[in-house]
């Protein structure tokens, strides 16, 4: 068996041998096993079921939510000699009931469905008579509650899976799955633990870079600069701020496109064209931009806002380098972008207990850009997955001398407390640099012994400090829309001198490693 899948590979596909994990997972499937296939983004989960599909005696159906792609993989089948043909939203009711009849009578192999097919009674009756004897389910995480990107559609999977009387192998995919919602996926769609066939969530083609605290606008404009001929994907956490951001970008004269849900569908897809066909440089969009984008040249993803959890951001990092060559995943983090983000949840209708779980996700994204240590080793150990540090990430790499703070880290963790752990940032850096703003006399702040203690800096200075010590920890930010701050144990030390503060230089732009010639 293992020899005709081998032969398929070369015959079909025109490659020479098995990447990691594949000939275990299709042996499983051959074998009539349930199975999980955990593989990082580019690593071939596509031709796991793609080539049983062509040894089993039926039909694959293939449950994903990647609208846009599913043509385009058909279209890539057809190419192979493999016949195959999707349903969607697309398409009228005539030409589903005859794509339906051309399954029936076997004239196709793999049969692509977008979810919310399966939301339809009649619909999913009328597939129960087909001879279905494989379901691969991609982005299966979006079956589990617990994922970050979960789909109702896909819990009809669960009672599908079981109204089938054909009893299909199930297969699920994924390329981000905490061991959660790997779990989840396992018990819902009655796989066996065994049968989970991860190679592992490691894309070491990217370097990790988080670049905090600095003037975010300075250094994209930098770092296009240094990369004219590189693609890109620059994502923001909202429509203003991804149309700000792209406007900004035309305006010195980049070739920036821009996605997100506000605009026109035409708008999209012509903007999406652009971007693959290399007419445009970078995108800046929301996250509803990339779900179905298969550009393989894409050299780097920068985050202009932080997203809400690290399942996203990988996600979406990952969309950089699906090539296999060098290419960057750069966190632009500012704690006060945390705020959009937790907005978002908190406006959100979701249960309380999801909600707290949604913060606890949030705080986990807050370490991450903050963190000193290895990047990836961050992520991967947020996956379950221990791993030796990589050595090419932005920390790893980190050679800026630190320079001693603890001298102003106090004199701002005092002001703080004198001013009872009450106020939001803005304020107590007015306070410190000795502002007269009449809130300032209202609430007698004159009177404070660290009043004007930082007047040699500017209130931006003093800003940006209240933002490191933020984002390191010697502060803690409380509340919604306006967050106060205050002094957390780790501060206190430092206010009792036990603790030294050090802060790095600012992260210069640089040339990404792999560009020439790409564009
Ligand atoms: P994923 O869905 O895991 O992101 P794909 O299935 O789209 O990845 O595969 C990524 C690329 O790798 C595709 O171009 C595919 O043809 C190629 N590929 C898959 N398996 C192999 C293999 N065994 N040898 C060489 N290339 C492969």
Not at 214 to 240: C, D, H, M, V, W
Not at 298 to 311: A, C, D, M, T, W
Request: with cysteine; glycine share 6%.
């Amino acid at each position: 068996m293992a020899e005709a899948a081998l032969a398929i590979l070369k015959d079909k596909f025109g490659y020479d041998s098995f990447r990691p994990g594949q000939d275990q997972i299709i042996d499983k499937i051959m074998n009539h096993e349930n199975v999980l296939a955990v593989m990082p983004t580019g690593g071939g989960k596509s031709l796991c079921y793609q080539i049983p599909a062509l040894m089993l005696p039926g039909l694959t159906v293939v449950v994903s939510p990647l609208i846009s792609l599913m043509k385009d993989q058909v279209d890539a089948l057809a190419e192979n000699g493999i016949p195959a043909t999707f349903i969607n939203s697309t398409l009228d009711y005539q030409e589903i009931e005859h794509r339906l009849q051309m399954a029936a009578m076997d004239q196709v192999k793999l049969l692509y469905l977008a979810p919310e097919r399966l939301d339809d009674e009649r619909f999913l009756s009328e597939l129960s008579e087909l001879n279905i004897v494989q379901l691969a389910i991609d982005e299966a995480h979006c079956i589990s509650q617990w994922g970050h990107d979960f789909r109702p559609s896909y819990l009809n999977l669960m009672n599908t899976v079981h109204q089938f009387p054909s009893q299909p192998v199930v297969v699920a995919l994924t390329a981000t799955a905490t061991s959660k919602v790997a779990t989840d996926i396992m018990a819902r769609l009655n796989i066996a633990p065994a049968n989970e066939v991860s190679t592992g969530f490691a894309r070491d083609n990217l370097s990790f870079q988080v670049v905090k605290n600095q003037n975010k606008e300075a250094f994209l404009l930098e770092y296009l600069k240094l990369n004219p001929n590189a693609a890109g994907i620059i994502y923001a956490s909202t429509r203003k701020e991804v149309e700000r951001v792209a406007q900004l970008l035309q305006h010195k004269g980049f070739k920036a496109g821009m996605y997100h849900a506000g605009l026109s569908e035409a708008v999209r897809n012509q903007n999406q064209e652009d971007f693959l066909y290399d007419r445009l440089q970078v995108m800046v969009a929301t996250n509803a931009f990339g779900m179905g984008i298969d550009k393989s040249n894409v050299r780097f993803v920068i985050h202009y806002q932080v997203p809400g959890n690290l399942e996203a951001y990988y996600q979406e990092a990952g969309r950089a380098g699906r090539d296999g060559l060098p290419s960057e995943a750069i966190l632009l983090y500012q704690p006060s972008d945390l705020q959009i983000q937790h907005f978002f949840i908190e406006q959100s209708d979701m249960e309380p207990t999801f909600k707290t779980r949604e913060y606890l996700k949030l705080q986990e994204m807050s370490k991450y850009g903050n963190t000193e240590g290895c990047l990836q080793q961050f992520i991967l150990k947020y996956f379950g997955e221990a791993a030796p540090a990589c050595g090419h990430c932005g920390n790893c790499l980190d050679e800026r001398d630190q320079v001693n703070v603890t001298v102003d880290a106090q004199k701002v963790l005092s002001c703080v407390l004198r001013m009872r752990q009450r106020y939001g940032k803005a304020l107590i850096a007015q306070v410190l640099t000795g502002s007269k703003n009449k809130r300032i006399k209202d609430e007698h702040f004159e009177d404070l012994s660290t009043y004007g203690l930082m007047k040699g800096q500017t209130q931006k200075e003093v800003s940006d400090l209240i933002d490191f010590l933020t984002s390191s920890g010697y502060l803690k930010q409380l509340g919604g829309e306006y967050p106060t701050l205050k002094v957390s144990e780790l501060g206190g030390s430092v206010l009792k001198g036990k603790a030294k503060v050090l802060r790095r230089g600012a992260v210069k732009a640089k040339r990404t490693v792999a560009v020439d010639g790409d564009l």
